[in-house]
């Protein structure tokens, strides 16, 4: 059974900097789609960025291009969202999840993914 945890939320001021860490056991996540997604109260969970199987290719939503990188470290089965120039509308809950079932192409469907972490709170505030 895949269990995902995440960390490394926060509070922090628009400008600034936050590392999410996702850490995986029981399945070897390198070999499939591993995204990350947010969700703002009163809002749908949103893509935000992806990563997808042994290629690494990386994909991001239009509103992070640019300001968020993920990567991951497969030694540590752990994948990672470095979120730069932080702003207030980054702020929600950030989930990661894994896409074990074959990949349709569309990373940032909430529905293709079947296993989810617990998620972690960003709050971008001055």
Known sequence: QLQLVESGGGSVQPGGSLRLSCTASGLQIEYYVVGWFRQAPGKDREGVSGINGPAGYTLYSDSVKGRFTISRDNAKNTVYLQMNS????DTGVYYCAVDTLPYDGNWADVSN???????????VSS
């Open 86 to 89: 932080l702003r207030p509308e």
């Open 113 to 123: 993914y079947d296993y989810w972490g617990q998620g972690t709170q960003v709050t």
